[in-house]
């Protein structure tokens, strides 16, 4: 599993972050689930579970400078777990 990156977020931003699964999924496979991990520092304010994507929007930020790491675990139609990992920075105000 390759480790993505979103762009850098302000700590007073929410901003959605999505993750396209298209490529992964067969061609009449969709997304059932989706769990989002997201560590201390960021907050989850909402989710969306869509046919191939799954969104997340994130508030917060409490170190300037860090990269968060954020994880989103799906379960498909096919009976398949996929994981993926994405970092999100902090940019300074």
Same mark, same amino acid.
């Given at each position: 599993m390759t480790t993505l990156s979103w762009p850098a977020k302000d700590p007073d931003e929410v901003l959605d972050y999505r993750i396209d699964w298209t490529d992964r999924l067969e061609e009449d496979e969709t997304i059932l689930s989706s769990t989002w991990t997201?560590?201390?520092?960021?907050?989850?304010?909402?989710?969306?579970?869509?046919?191939?994507?799954?969104?997340?929007?994130?508030?917060?930020?409490?170190?300037?400078?860090?990269?968060?790491?954020?994880?989103?675990?799906?379960?498909?139609?096919?009976?398949?777990?996929? +994981?993926?990992?994405? +970092?999100?920075?902090?940019k300074p105000k």
């Amino acid at each position: 599993m390759t480790t993505l990156s979103w762009p850098a977020k302000d700590p007073d931003e929410v901003l959605d972050y999505r993750i396209d699964w298209t490529d992964r999924l067969e061609e009449d496979e969709t997304i059932l689930s989706s769990t989002w991990t997201v560590p201390v520092g960021l907050t989850q304010n909402s989710a969306v579970t869509q046919a191939k994507t799954t969104t997340v929007w994130l508030s917060g930020g409490s170190t300037l400078g860090k990269i968060y790491r954020v994880h989103n675990r799906v379960i498909t139609s096919g009976g398949r777990t996929f +994981d993926q990992t994405v +970092d999100l920075k902090v940019k300074p105000k």
